[in-house]
Protein backbone atom coordinates (compact mmCIF):
# COMPACT_ATOMS: atom_id res chain seq x y z
CA UNK A 1 0.00 0.00 0.00
CA UNK A 2 2.69 2.24 0.87
CA UNK A 3 4.57 1.84 -2.65
CA UNK A 4 0.80 2.32 -3.77
CA UNK A 5 1.01 5.64 -2.64
CA UNK A 6 4.44 6.63 -3.57
CA UNK A 7 3.66 5.78 -7.12
CA UNK A 8 0.31 7.93 -6.64
CA UNK A 9 2.31 11.12 -5.90
CA UNK A 10 4.86 10.80 -8.58
CA UNK A 11 2.17 10.43 -10.67
CA UNK A 12 0.14 13.59 -9.44
CA UNK A 13 3.75 15.16 -9.61
CA UNK A 14 4.02 14.34 -13.32
CA UNK A 15 0.47 15.77 -14.08
CA UNK A 16 0.44 18.66 -11.53
CA UNK A 17 1.70 21.05 -14.21
CA UNK A 18 -1.45 20.16 -16.66
CA UNK A 19 -3.23 21.75 -13.92
CA UNK A 20 -4.01 25.52 -14.47
CA UNK A 21 -5.20 27.73 -11.25
CA UNK A 22 -6.84 30.35 -11.84
CA UNK A 23 -4.68 32.86 -11.89
CA UNK A 24 -2.92 31.31 -14.77
CA UNK A 25 -6.24 31.28 -16.49
CA UNK A 26 -6.56 34.95 -15.80
CA UNK A 27 -3.02 35.34 -17.23
CA UNK A 28 -3.94 33.68 -20.34
CA UNK A 29 -7.03 35.63 -21.06
CA UNK A 30 -4.47 38.70 -20.62
CA UNK A 31 -2.23 37.73 -23.00
CA UNK A 32 -5.27 36.63 -25.28
CA UNK A 33 -6.36 40.28 -24.80
CA UNK A 34 -2.67 41.84 -25.82
CA UNK A 35 -2.56 39.54 -29.01
CA UNK A 36 -5.74 40.54 -29.96
CA UNK A 37 -5.02 44.33 -29.43
CA UNK A 38 -1.49 43.79 -31.13
CA UNK A 39 -2.52 41.52 -34.14
CA UNK A 40 -4.75 44.73 -35.30
CA UNK A 41 -2.15 47.02 -34.78
CA UNK A 42 0.22 45.73 -36.76
CA UNK A 43 -2.14 42.99 -39.05
CA UNK A 44 -0.54 39.73 -40.25
CA UNK A 45 3.08 40.26 -38.50
CA UNK A 46 1.92 39.24 -34.76
CA UNK A 47 1.49 35.81 -32.98
CA UNK A 48 -1.87 36.52 -33.00
CA UNK A 49 -2.69 37.62 -36.91
CA UNK A 50 -5.95 39.44 -36.35
CA UNK A 51 -6.96 38.90 -40.18
CA UNK A 52 -9.88 40.82 -42.00
CA UNK A 53 -12.53 38.82 -43.55
CA UNK A 54 -13.98 41.16 -45.89
CA UNK A 55 -17.62 39.89 -44.40
CA UNK A 56 -19.60 43.12 -43.57
CA UNK A 57 -22.15 41.25 -41.84
CA UNK A 58 -24.03 38.43 -41.10
CA UNK A 59 -27.08 36.88 -42.71
CA UNK A 60 -30.39 38.50 -42.66
CA UNK A 61 -32.74 35.17 -43.96
CA UNK A 62 -32.87 37.09 -47.59
CA UNK A 63 -30.33 35.16 -48.82
CA UNK A 64 -31.11 32.89 -52.02
CA UNK A 65 -30.12 30.91 -55.27
CA UNK A 66 -27.85 28.03 -55.50
CA UNK A 67 -24.64 27.97 -54.73
CA UNK A 68 -21.85 25.68 -54.38
CA UNK A 69 -19.20 25.82 -51.76
CA UNK A 70 -16.03 24.00 -51.04
CA UNK A 71 -14.34 23.41 -48.20
CA UNK A 72 -10.97 22.47 -47.72
CA UNK A 73 -9.94 22.57 -44.52
CA UNK A 74 -8.03 19.73 -42.53
CA UNK A 75 -8.19 15.98 -43.18
CA UNK A 76 -10.73 16.33 -46.53
CA UNK A 77 -12.66 18.17 -48.90
CA UNK A 78 -15.97 18.06 -48.93
CA UNK A 79 -17.86 20.14 -52.15
CA UNK A 80 -21.89 20.83 -51.35
CA UNK A 81 -24.72 22.27 -53.27
CA UNK A 82 -26.36 24.78 -51.81
CA UNK A 83 -29.90 26.04 -52.21
CA UNK A 84 -31.17 29.16 -50.05
CA UNK A 85 -34.99 29.31 -50.57
CA UNK A 86 -36.83 32.59 -48.98
CA UNK A 87 -40.45 33.79 -48.30
CA UNK A 88 -42.67 31.44 -46.40
CA UNK A 89 -40.82 28.13 -47.08
CA UNK A 90 -37.52 29.84 -45.91
CA UNK A 91 -35.12 26.49 -46.13
CA UNK A 92 -32.14 25.82 -47.25
CA UNK A 93 -31.37 22.24 -49.22
CA UNK A 94 -27.74 20.63 -49.42
CA UNK A 95 -26.08 18.35 -51.31
CA UNK A 96 -22.53 16.97 -50.60
CA UNK A 97 -20.06 14.64 -51.38
CA UNK A 98 -17.07 13.85 -49.84
CA UNK A 99 -13.29 13.47 -50.89
CA UNK A 100 -10.47 12.17 -48.91
CA UNK A 101 -7.20 14.07 -49.63
CA UNK A 102 -4.24 11.67 -49.94
CA UNK A 103 -0.82 12.07 -47.97
CA UNK A 104 1.13 12.49 -51.30
CA UNK A 105 -1.31 15.46 -52.44
CA UNK A 106 -0.91 16.90 -49.06
CA UNK A 107 2.90 17.28 -49.29
CA UNK A 108 3.33 17.40 -53.33
CA UNK A 109 3.39 20.52 -55.19
CA UNK A 110 0.33 23.47 -55.46
CA UNK A 111 -0.36 22.30 -58.57
CA UNK A 112 -0.91 18.95 -57.60
CA UNK A 113 -3.19 19.81 -54.57
CA UNK A 114 -5.16 22.05 -57.17
CA UNK A 115 -5.33 19.96 -60.29
CA UNK A 116 -7.09 17.81 -57.50
CA UNK A 117 -9.53 19.84 -55.92
CA UNK A 118 -10.93 20.48 -59.22
CA UNK A 119 -10.91 16.94 -60.67
CA UNK A 120 -12.79 17.00 -57.11
CA UNK A 121 -15.38 19.46 -58.35
CA UNK A 122 -15.78 17.79 -61.81
CA UNK A 123 -16.61 14.56 -60.08
CA UNK A 124 -19.44 16.33 -57.53
CA UNK A 125 -20.77 18.55 -60.90
CA UNK A 126 -21.19 15.48 -62.85
CA UNK A 127 -22.80 13.76 -59.80
CA UNK A 128 -25.25 16.15 -59.58
CA UNK A 129 -25.67 16.73 -62.79
CA UNK A 130 -24.69 20.20 -62.92
CA UNK A 131 -21.48 20.45 -64.89
CA UNK A 132 -22.96 23.74 -67.40
CA UNK A 133 -24.64 25.42 -64.87
CA UNK A 134 -21.71 28.15 -64.05
CA UNK A 135 -22.77 28.16 -60.46
CA UNK A 136 -21.62 31.37 -57.82
CA UNK A 137 -18.96 29.65 -55.61
CA UNK A 138 -17.65 30.23 -52.03
CA UNK A 139 -14.36 28.29 -51.19
CA UNK A 140 -13.70 27.78 -47.34
CA UNK A 141 -9.91 27.63 -46.90
CA UNK A 142 -8.86 26.88 -43.21
CA UNK A 143 -5.66 28.27 -43.47
CA UNK A 144 -4.17 31.30 -42.23
CA UNK A 145 -4.55 33.89 -45.35
CA UNK A 146 -3.69 37.93 -45.83
CA UNK A 147 -6.79 38.79 -47.75
CA UNK A 148 -7.27 42.19 -49.88
CA UNK A 149 -11.08 41.37 -50.96
CA UNK A 150 -13.66 38.68 -50.44
CA UNK A 151 -12.11 37.00 -52.87
CA UNK A 152 -8.59 37.35 -52.73
CA UNK A 153 -6.13 35.13 -50.78
CA UNK A 154 -2.54 34.79 -49.85
CA UNK A 155 -1.52 31.77 -48.13
CA UNK A 156 0.39 32.93 -45.29
CA UNK A 157 1.66 29.48 -43.89
CA UNK A 158 0.57 25.87 -44.20
CA UNK A 159 -0.73 24.85 -40.62
CA UNK A 160 -2.53 21.37 -39.93
CA UNK A 161 -0.49 19.10 -41.70
CA UNK A 162 -0.34 20.50 -45.16
CA UNK A 163 2.64 21.22 -46.67
CA UNK A 164 2.43 21.48 -50.60
CA UNK A 165 5.04 23.31 -52.31
CA UNK A 166 4.77 27.06 -54.24
CA UNK A 167 1.72 27.84 -52.31
CA UNK A 168 2.36 30.13 -49.29
CA UNK A 169 2.82 33.81 -50.51
CA UNK A 170 0.65 32.82 -53.48
CA UNK A 171 -3.26 33.74 -53.85
CA UNK A 172 -5.01 30.56 -53.13
CA UNK A 173 -8.38 31.58 -55.17
CA UNK A 174 -6.38 32.15 -58.50
CA UNK A 175 -4.78 28.98 -58.28
CA UNK A 176 -7.85 27.63 -57.81
CA UNK A 177 -8.86 29.47 -61.05
CA UNK A 178 -6.33 28.42 -62.48
CA UNK A 179 -6.47 24.50 -62.13
CA UNK A 180 -9.97 24.80 -63.43
CA UNK A 181 -8.81 26.74 -66.47
CA UNK A 182 -6.63 23.61 -67.16
CA UNK A 183 -8.87 21.25 -66.46
CA UNK A 184 -11.35 23.05 -68.77
CA UNK A 185 -14.23 21.34 -68.48
CA UNK A 186 -16.71 23.50 -66.71
CA UNK A 187 -17.11 27.10 -65.23
CA UNK A 188 -17.10 28.73 -61.85
CA UNK A 189 -18.02 32.17 -60.34
CA UNK A 190 -16.07 32.19 -57.17
CA UNK A 191 -17.12 34.96 -55.48
CA UNK A 192 -15.96 34.34 -51.87
CA UNK A 193 -12.71 32.72 -50.02
CA UNK A 194 -13.82 31.66 -46.61
CA UNK A 195 -12.26 30.53 -43.21
CA UNK A 196 -13.83 27.91 -41.36
CA UNK A 197 -14.68 29.83 -38.68
CA UNK A 198 -16.50 32.80 -40.48
CA UNK A 199 -18.54 30.02 -42.67
CA UNK A 200 -19.51 28.43 -38.87
CA UNK A 201 -20.80 32.42 -37.79
CA UNK A 202 -22.51 32.86 -40.43
CA UNK A 203 -24.48 29.31 -40.42
CA UNK A 204 -25.11 30.13 -37.02
CA UNK A 205 -26.22 33.81 -37.27
CA UNK A 206 -28.32 32.46 -39.86
CA UNK A 207 -30.44 30.70 -36.75
CA UNK A 208 -29.53 33.11 -34.65
CA UNK A 209 -28.77 36.90 -34.99
CA UNK A 210 -27.52 37.03 -31.91
CA UNK A 211 -24.41 34.87 -33.47
CA UNK A 212 -21.50 37.14 -33.91
CA UNK A 213 -18.07 34.53 -32.82
CA UNK A 214 -17.48 31.71 -35.19
CA UNK A 215 -15.27 29.14 -33.41
CA UNK A 216 -13.44 25.54 -34.29
CA UNK A 217 -11.92 22.77 -32.39
CA UNK A 218 -10.92 20.38 -34.84
CA UNK A 219 -7.63 19.44 -36.07
CA UNK A 220 -6.60 22.33 -35.20
CA UNK A 221 -8.87 25.37 -33.02
CA UNK A 222 -9.30 29.26 -34.66
CA UNK A 223 -11.74 32.09 -33.78
CA UNK A 224 -13.70 34.88 -35.51
CA UNK A 225 -16.05 37.69 -34.53
CA UNK A 226 -17.49 40.81 -36.08
CA UNK A 227 -15.04 43.61 -34.82
CA UNK A 228 -15.45 47.37 -35.41
CA UNK A 229 -14.51 48.51 -38.80
CA UNK A 230 -12.78 51.31 -37.28
CA UNK A 231 -10.38 49.14 -35.51
CA UNK A 232 -9.14 47.65 -38.65
CA UNK A 233 -9.14 50.30 -40.82
CA UNK A 234 -9.87 54.03 -41.60
CA UNK A 235 -12.56 54.01 -42.93
CA UNK A 236 -15.16 56.77 -44.14
CA UNK A 237 -17.76 53.58 -45.70
CA UNK A 238 -21.21 53.63 -44.40
CA UNK A 239 -20.45 50.40 -42.51
CA UNK A 240 -19.65 49.70 -39.20
CA UNK A 241 -18.19 46.05 -38.53
CA UNK A 242 -16.40 43.58 -40.50
CA UNK A 243 -15.29 39.87 -39.31
CA UNK A 244 -11.95 39.45 -38.50
CA UNK A 245 -10.14 36.00 -38.36
CA UNK A 246 -8.45 35.95 -35.33
CA UNK A 247 -5.98 32.94 -36.20
CA UNK A 248 -5.40 32.90 -32.72
CA UNK A 249 -4.05 29.47 -32.78
CA UNK A 250 -0.52 31.56 -32.93
CA UNK A 251 -0.62 32.86 -29.62
CA UNK A 252 2.21 32.56 -27.88
CA UNK A 253 4.36 31.80 -31.06
CA UNK A 254 6.31 34.83 -29.34
CA UNK A 255 6.85 32.81 -25.99
CA UNK A 256 3.98 34.16 -24.14
CA UNK A 257 2.91 30.82 -23.42
CA UNK A 258 6.15 29.39 -22.46
CA UNK A 259 5.01 29.12 -18.38
CA UNK A 260 2.66 27.20 -18.95
CA UNK A 261 3.80 24.81 -21.31
CA UNK A 262 4.78 21.65 -19.97
CA UNK A 263 7.80 19.39 -21.03
CA UNK A 264 5.51 17.35 -22.70
CA UNK A 265 3.68 19.89 -24.77
CA UNK A 266 7.64 21.41 -25.62
CA UNK A 267 8.17 17.36 -27.12
CA UNK A 268 5.12 17.74 -29.28
CA UNK A 269 5.84 21.15 -30.76
CA UNK A 270 9.40 20.15 -31.46
CA UNK A 271 8.55 16.95 -33.60
CA UNK A 272 5.11 18.95 -35.15
CA UNK A 273 6.00 19.92 -39.02
CA UNK A 274 5.84 23.36 -37.88
CA UNK A 275 8.11 23.85 -34.50
CA UNK A 276 7.61 26.92 -32.68
CA UNK A 277 4.27 28.11 -34.39
CA UNK A 278 0.82 27.64 -33.29
CA UNK A 279 1.44 26.98 -29.48
CA UNK A 280 -2.03 27.83 -28.51
CA UNK A 281 -3.42 25.57 -30.80
CA UNK A 282 -1.47 23.08 -29.93
CA UNK A 283 -2.27 22.48 -26.26
CA UNK A 284 -6.10 22.30 -27.64
CA UNK A 285 -6.47 20.81 -30.65
CA UNK A 286 -7.63 16.89 -32.29
CA UNK A 287 -4.09 16.93 -34.06
CA UNK A 288 -2.05 16.82 -30.70
CA UNK A 289 -4.12 16.35 -27.66
CA UNK A 290 -3.77 12.24 -28.59
CA UNK A 291 0.33 13.07 -28.81
CA UNK A 292 0.63 14.89 -25.61
CA UNK A 293 -1.20 11.84 -23.98
CA UNK A 294 1.05 9.68 -25.74
CA UNK A 295 4.06 11.49 -24.08
CA UNK A 296 2.88 11.92 -20.60
CA UNK A 297 2.33 7.79 -21.10
CA UNK A 298 5.87 7.13 -22.16
CA UNK A 299 7.51 9.43 -19.38
CA UNK A 300 5.57 7.14 -17.11
CA UNK A 301 6.60 4.19 -18.05
CA UNK A 302 10.11 5.04 -18.53
CA UNK A 303 10.07 6.11 -15.06
CA UNK A 304 8.33 2.67 -14.03
CA UNK A 305 5.14 3.91 -12.89
CA UNK A 306 2.85 2.59 -15.82
CA UNK A 307 3.07 -0.77 -18.19
CA UNK A 308 5.11 -2.22 -16.02
CA UNK A 309 7.89 0.01 -16.92
CA UNK A 310 7.90 -1.82 -20.49
CA UNK A 311 8.22 0.81 -23.27
CA UNK A 312 6.78 -0.71 -26.33
CA UNK A 313 7.31 -0.11 -29.97
CA UNK A 314 3.41 1.52 -29.95
CA UNK A 315 4.61 3.82 -27.01
CA UNK A 316 7.01 4.74 -28.89
CA UNK A 317 5.31 5.43 -32.30
CA UNK A 318 4.16 9.53 -32.88
CA UNK A 319 0.45 9.47 -33.92
CA UNK A 320 -0.57 6.12 -32.30
CA UNK A 321 -2.25 7.34 -30.20
CA UNK A 322 -5.15 9.22 -31.90
CA UNK A 323 -7.31 11.68 -30.08
CA UNK A 324 -10.06 9.52 -30.84
CA UNK A 325 -8.90 6.78 -28.15
CA UNK A 326 -8.66 10.13 -25.53
CA UNK A 327 -12.42 10.21 -26.01
CA UNK A 328 -13.24 6.64 -25.61
CA UNK A 329 -10.99 6.37 -22.41
CA UNK A 330 -12.50 9.04 -21.04
CA UNK A 331 -15.78 8.32 -21.60
CA UNK A 332 -17.50 7.90 -17.86
CA UNK A 333 -19.87 5.21 -19.40
CA UNK A 334 -17.01 3.02 -20.23
CA UNK A 335 -15.65 0.69 -17.96
CA UNK A 336 -12.13 0.18 -16.70
CA UNK A 337 -12.52 -3.11 -18.48
CA UNK A 338 -13.08 -1.59 -21.47
CA UNK A 339 -10.13 1.11 -21.05
CA UNK A 340 -7.89 -1.97 -20.99
CA UNK A 341 -9.26 -3.78 -23.91
CA UNK A 342 -8.74 -0.46 -25.71
CA UNK A 343 -5.27 -0.15 -24.33
CA UNK A 344 -4.61 -4.01 -25.58
CA UNK A 345 -6.14 -2.68 -29.18
CA UNK A 346 -3.22 -0.76 -29.00
CA UNK A 347 -0.74 -3.10 -27.84
CA UNK A 348 -0.24 -2.00 -24.58
CA UNK A 349 -0.89 -4.59 -22.03
CA UNK A 350 -2.41 -2.64 -19.14
CA UNK A 351 -3.43 -3.76 -15.10
CA UNK A 352 -6.42 -2.31 -13.64
CA UNK A 353 -4.44 0.53 -12.09
CA UNK A 354 -2.49 1.48 -15.25
CA UNK A 355 -6.24 2.09 -16.66
CA UNK A 356 -6.79 4.10 -13.82
CA UNK A 357 -3.65 6.37 -14.55
CA UNK A 358 -4.17 6.48 -18.05
CA UNK A 359 -7.85 7.83 -17.93
CA UNK A 360 -6.80 10.26 -15.27
CA UNK A 361 -3.94 11.51 -17.99
CA UNK A 362 -6.79 11.88 -20.90
CA UNK A 363 -8.91 13.52 -18.41
CA UNK A 364 -6.39 16.23 -17.29
CA UNK A 365 -5.18 16.93 -20.74
CA UNK A 366 -8.71 17.37 -21.98
CA UNK A 367 -9.84 19.62 -19.05
CA UNK A 368 -6.74 21.69 -19.85
CA UNK A 369 -7.63 22.11 -23.15
CA UNK A 370 -11.45 23.23 -22.82
CA UNK A 371 -10.15 25.79 -19.53
CA UNK A 372 -7.75 27.47 -22.13
CA UNK A 373 -10.12 27.86 -24.82
CA UNK A 374 -12.45 29.31 -22.33
CA UNK A 375 -9.38 31.96 -21.30
CA UNK A 376 -9.43 32.88 -24.57
CA UNK A 377 -12.83 33.00 -25.69
CA UNK A 378 -13.57 35.38 -22.16
CA UNK A 379 -10.85 37.66 -23.97
CA UNK A 380 -12.71 38.05 -27.25
CA UNK A 381 -16.17 38.58 -25.23
CA UNK A 382 -14.93 41.21 -23.03
CA UNK A 383 -13.56 42.75 -26.52
CA UNK A 384 -16.83 42.87 -28.22
CA UNK A 385 -18.37 44.67 -25.22
CA UNK A 386 -15.53 47.02 -24.57
CA UNK A 387 -15.84 47.84 -27.96
CA UNK A 388 -19.63 48.14 -27.90
CA UNK A 389 -19.04 50.32 -24.53
CA UNK A 390 -21.94 48.03 -22.44
CA UNK A 391 -21.89 46.70 -18.93
CA UNK A 392 -23.39 43.92 -20.53
CA UNK A 393 -23.11 41.62 -23.00
CA UNK A 394 -25.15 38.79 -24.57
CA UNK A 395 -23.78 37.09 -27.52
CA UNK A 396 -23.70 33.57 -29.15
CA UNK A 397 -20.75 31.99 -30.42
CA UNK A 398 -21.41 29.35 -33.41
CA UNK A 399 -19.20 26.06 -32.49
CA UNK A 400 -17.88 23.64 -35.00
CA UNK A 401 -15.12 20.67 -34.98
CA UNK A 402 -15.07 17.37 -33.70
CA UNK A 403 -13.69 17.96 -30.23
CA UNK A 404 -16.49 20.45 -29.00
CA UNK A 405 -18.59 17.37 -30.41
CA UNK A 406 -17.23 14.55 -29.46
CA UNK A 407 -14.69 14.64 -26.76
CA UNK A 408 -16.46 14.10 -23.71
CA UNK A 409 -14.90 16.06 -21.00
CA UNK A 410 -13.80 18.87 -23.24
CA UNK A 411 -17.35 19.66 -23.93
CA UNK A 412 -18.16 19.02 -19.94
CA UNK A 413 -16.08 21.46 -19.25
CA UNK A 414 -17.27 23.83 -22.43
CA UNK A 415 -20.49 23.34 -20.64
CA UNK A 416 -19.88 24.29 -17.84
CA UNK A 417 -17.50 27.29 -19.73
CA UNK A 418 -20.17 30.08 -19.45
CA UNK A 419 -19.11 29.51 -14.95
CA UNK A 420 -16.12 29.35 -16.45
CA UNK A 421 -16.17 32.69 -18.16
CA UNK A 422 -18.66 34.06 -15.58
CA UNK A 423 -18.56 33.37 -12.18
CA UNK A 424 -16.08 30.61 -10.97
CA UNK A 425 -13.46 32.44 -12.78
CA UNK A 426 -14.69 36.02 -12.60
CA UNK A 427 -12.82 35.84 -16.33
CA UNK A 428 -15.55 37.80 -18.24
CA UNK A 429 -18.51 38.33 -15.66
CA UNK A 430 -20.35 40.79 -17.63
CA UNK A 431 -20.73 38.71 -20.41
CA UNK A 432 -23.31 36.17 -21.07
CA UNK A 433 -22.36 33.70 -23.43
CA UNK A 434 -24.48 30.93 -25.61
CA UNK A 435 -22.58 28.27 -27.89
CA UNK A 436 -24.77 26.85 -30.75
CA UNK A 437 -23.08 23.90 -32.14
CA UNK A 438 -23.12 24.74 -35.81
CA UNK A 439 -25.13 22.42 -38.91
CA UNK A 440 -23.04 21.85 -41.68
CA UNK A 441 -21.16 24.99 -40.50
CA UNK A 442 -18.56 25.71 -43.04
CA UNK A 443 -20.46 24.65 -46.15
CA UNK A 444 -23.37 26.50 -45.51
CA UNK A 445 -21.74 29.14 -44.01
CA UNK A 446 -19.30 29.12 -47.08
CA UNK A 447 -22.32 29.90 -49.38
CA UNK A 448 -24.50 32.35 -46.96
CA UNK A 449 -21.11 34.32 -47.52
CA UNK A 450 -21.56 34.03 -51.26
CA UNK A 451 -24.86 34.84 -51.02
CA UNK A 452 -23.95 38.18 -49.19
CA UNK A 453 -20.80 39.09 -51.00
CA UNK A 454 -23.42 38.97 -54.19
CA UNK A 455 -25.97 41.02 -53.07
CA UNK A 456 -22.91 44.30 -53.01
CA UNK A 457 -22.34 43.52 -57.03
P1 LIG B 1 -11.46 19.28 -39.24
O1 LIG B 1 -11.06 20.15 -38.12
O2 LIG B 1 -10.31 18.61 -39.89
O3 LIG B 1 -12.37 19.96 -40.21
P2 LIG B 1 -12.89 17.57 -37.38
O4 LIG B 1 -13.68 18.62 -36.71
O5 LIG B 1 -13.59 16.27 -37.70
O6 LIG B 1 -12.28 18.05 -38.73
O7 LIG B 1 -11.65 17.24 -36.44
C1 LIG B 1 -10.77 16.22 -36.69
C2 LIG B 1 -9.94 16.00 -35.43
O8 LIG B 1 -10.75 15.48 -34.40
C3 LIG B 1 -8.81 15.01 -35.62
O9 LIG B 1 -7.64 15.57 -35.04
C4 LIG B 1 -9.21 13.78 -34.83
O10 LIG B 1 -8.10 13.21 -34.17
C5 LIG B 1 -10.17 14.32 -33.81
N1 LIG B 1 -11.25 13.37 -33.52
C6 LIG B 1 -11.92 12.58 -34.37
N2 LIG B 1 -12.86 11.84 -33.72
C7 LIG B 1 -12.79 12.21 -32.43
C8 LIG B 1 -13.48 11.82 -31.25
N3 LIG B 1 -14.42 10.91 -31.25
N4 LIG B 1 -13.12 12.43 -30.10
C9 LIG B 1 -12.15 13.34 -30.07
N5 LIG B 1 -11.47 13.73 -31.14
C10 LIG B 1 -11.77 13.18 -32.31
Known sequence: AQRLAARRRQVDETLSPFRLSQEQLTLVKNRMSAGLEAGLRCKGTSSVKMLPSFVYRTPDG?????????????????????????????????????????LEIMQGTGEELFDYIAYCISDFLDYMGMKKAHLPAGFTFSFPCEQTAIDTGKLVSWTKGFKATDCEGHDVVEMLREAIKRRNEFDLDIIAMVNDTVGTMMSCAYEDPQCEIGMIVGTGTNVCYMEDLKNIEKTKQNISKMCVNTEWGGLGDDGSLDDIMTPFDIEVNQNSINPGKQRFEKLISGMYLGEIVRQVLLDLTRAGLLFRGRVTETLKTPGMFQTKYLSQIESDRIALLQVRSILQQLGLNSTCNDSIIVREVCAMVSRRAAQLCGAGMAAVVDKIRENRGLNHLNITVGVDGALYKLLLRFTIYFSSLNDLIQSNLALAPQCDVTFLPSDEGSGKGAALITAVARQKH
Not at 63 to 89: C, H, I, M, P, S
Request: no cysteine.
Open 62 to 102: KEQGKYLALDLGGTNLRALLVTFKTGLQQNTRMHHKIYTIP
